[in-house]
């Protein structure tokens, strides 16, 4: 109040001393200023105009004087002729016109607020769903489409801003960049621009090992690539991130038994490009088939050096509902697959240089349906001996010479174990195709089982029983490739228990008659249950597999023969990390065991490119031979239960 009082009487002091003349008598008009107060000014810039002549320029706060003066009844009108800004505030004036009197005027006013402004922008390139912008990390906008966006509410100008993407739109993925991200609001809204682009990745890899012509690579079955060289190899378009690719060999080369395979073929792709396909090639040596628990059948190449598996996709689209054995014409030109849900035998061509399959003739039924579990190719080719669980038969199907067309004949083999679950070997044929041994167990039929040997008619494939003998509780039977011995598998307690130690009895046979006779030695093998056997193509050493449920039942055990007696000494163990493997095979010049089924991750050195099943190689020499030389080749696990395999060299 003191201080508005000393302003009051400034201005009538100045408007007196306006009035004077310099001492004259002379009458010379009063003249008075024109003032008043500022509130709320936060900005600079502020400049108040006169009747649009006198500018004065005010910095702060406070009070304001023109230091021109009017005289008494002059007109005055006080303006904003500049708006302050940093910030940015607009000024009104109160009490601003009037009429000079003969005292100053000192009641203008002028107030001065902060303006407020939208953070705003547009949005170009967006398809994706889910975007969502955030302002300064306390509002978010969701933004579904090109074009503008504003954020809800205002800020006062000289606000700090900062706008983020706190989410990043899918399907398609995208990447939005905000350009301009962050400032301090002026005087006008903002004008954000975000800028969406989709993720994309690029599939590539390395080929190893081509020298044929004609290799042409496929991305998801739309891109192909033709390959001709060894090194990179990169698909022209990309995909979009979040996209499933499938690399495959559309076309393998011209070279014979030259096949190429991959590694890390299929995924999803991130926000990373794929480099880690791998695609090796090599002339194999031979194809191993394995029946999926779908009935699919897939193949895969020997390395004809290693003998590691190349996987090569899939060879045949339906084997049978539930295959229980692969066999092998002796020519290696056909591949027959028993379906025991169906109780029959398919066969399928096999074409020599790049293992493809191709059914041949219909599916050949020889029992009632969940029956048929077992069969063996005659020497010859000629024939095909079926077991039949559910009937209690073997039946005889006979190969056209000319066409490979399976056709059933007969049964010729009856009162056989029957109604049971099947054993694993039923059927052994000796190495001239001369005998036929049959197995009569299945599980849970009370009939004590048995072996019965037939003499095989060359001409007719029909059998001649020879003899029968007590197969001590027998589950399985193997036969040696030289024809010396047949072994029979007999679990130690009941023979449902399938992690039970195995008792093996070797048989000699009666090169004459084919008969066979107990030798008395038998071998028990602990911690084995015995679910496959196989003995090497030079009757010196036995293979008996094992896979259940405990780490000591996962193992191949190794051992030596007798020639005179075929009695077995333990020649070592290998353990096998895997879980539930029911076959392994050798290759013709046991060289190799081959092993199928679930394999654990991990297991086997993952930079193996030839993988996807498991390869033992067996020692040739010196005081090692025989044994297997583990822990293996292969790296792939089984997505599901291989029912079986098959190789043919």
Not at 95 to 114: E, H
Not at 147 to 169: I, K, M
Not at 392 to 409: C, I, K, M, W
Not at 528 to 552: E, F, K, Q, T
Request: hydrophobic share 40%; glycine share 12%; proline share 5%.
């Amino acid at each position: 109040m003191r201080k508005q009082k000393q302003w009051l009487a400034l201005l009538v002091s100045a408007a007196f001393l306006g009035g004077c003349s310099g001492g004259s008598n002379d009458a010379t008009p009063l003249t008075s200023l024109v003032g008043g107060g500022v509130s709320g000014l936060a900005g600079s810039g502020l400049i108040l105009s006169l009747n649009g002549g006198a500018d004065l320029a005010v910095g702060a706060n406070g009070t304001f004087i023109f230091p021109t003066g009017l005289a008494s009844g002059t007109g005055y009108t006080v303006s904003v002729k500049a708006q302050p800004v940093v910030p940015h505030q607009t000024c009104l004036v109160t009490n601003a016109t009037g009429t000079m009197g003969d005292s100053a005027v000192a009641d203008i006013s002028v107030a001065c607020t902060t303006n407020n402004y939208a953070v705003r922008g547009t949005v170009a390139g967006l398809t994706g769903s889910g975007l969502a912008l955030r302002l300064s990390s306390s509002v978010s906008l969701q933004v579904g489409a090109d074009g503008d966006f504003a954020f809800p509410g205002q800020l006062a100008s000289g606000s700090n801003y900062n706008v983020t993407v706190s989410r990043q739109p899918q399907t398609p993925f995208q990447t939005c960049v905000v350009a301009n991200p962050t400032g301090v609001i002026g005087g006008s809204d903002t004008n954000i621009t975000v800028t969406c682009t989709t993720d994309m990745f690029s599939v590539s890899g390395t080929v190893t090992g081509l020298t044929g012509l004609g290799l042409v690579l496929q991305l998801n079955g739309q891109q192909d690539l033709p390959v001709s060289t060894d090194g990179t190899f990169v698909f022209p378009n990309r995909l979009p991130r979040g996209t499933q690719y499938t690399v495959t060999v559309a076309f393998q080369t011209s070279t014979y038994r030259e096949v190429c395979g991959l590694a890390n073929a299929t995924g999803t792709g991130g926000t990373a490009n794929v480099t880690n396909v791998k695609v090796t090639c090599g002339v194999v040596s031979g194809f191993v088939y394995r029946a999926h628990s779908t009935g699919e059948i897939s193949k895969l190449g020997v390395h004809p050096t290693t003998r590691a598996l190349l996987p090569l996709g899939v060879a045949a689209a339906k084997a049978g509902d539930f295959v229980q054995r692969f066999i092998v014409a002796p020519n290696g030109a056909a591949l027959y697959a028993v379906d025991m849900l169906n109780g029959g035998i398919r066969a399928f061509s096999v074409e020599p240089s790049k293992g493809g399959l191709t059914a041949i003739g219909a599916p050949v039924s020889t029992s009632p349906p969940s029956s048929a579990s077992d069969a063996v190719v005659h020497p010859s080719g000629k024939f095909i001996y079926v077991f039949n669980i559910g009937p209690g038969t073997v039946s005889l199907v006979s190969v056209e010479a000319a066409t490979g067309v399976l056709r059933f004949e007969r049964d010729v083999a009856t009162s056989l174990a029957a109604n049971g679950y099947a054993a694993i070997d039923h059927l052994a044929i000796s190495p001239s195709g001369s005998h036929l041994y049959v197995l009569n167990y299945a599980y849970g039929d009370p009939t004590p089982p048995t072996v019965t040997t037939y003499a095989i008619d060359s001409v007719t494939g029909s059998l001649a029983q020879v003899a029968t003998v007590d197969a001590q509780n027998a589950t399985g039977l193997t036969i040696d490739p030289l024809g010396r011995f047949l072994y029979l598998r007999r679990k130690m307690v009941d023979a449902s228990v399938a992690w039970a130690d195995v008792a093996v009895y070797p048989y000699s046979i009666d090169p004459a008659t084919g008969a066979v006779t107990p030798t008395n030695v038998n071998t028990t093998v602990l911690h084995n249950s015995g679910d496959r056997m196989v003995v090497h193509p030079s009757g010196r050493y036995a293979y008996i597999l094992a896979h259940w449920l405990d780490a000591s039942d996962k193992r191949i055990d190794v051992f030596s023969i007798d020639p005179l007696s075929g009695a077995l000494t333990a020649n070592g163990t290998l353990l096998v990390p895997q879980t539930g493997s029911t076959e392994m095979i050798m290759d013709s010049r046991g060289e190799f065991v081959f092993l199928m089924n679930r394999k654990l991750p991990g297991t086997y050195d993952t930079s193996q490119v030839w993988c996807d099943g498991s390869t033992v190689a067996i020692s040739g020499a010196g005081p090692s031979e025989g044994q297997l030389l583990g822990p293996g080749n292969g790296c792939a696990i089984w997505a599901e239960n291989t029912r079986m395999i098959a190789l043919v060299e």
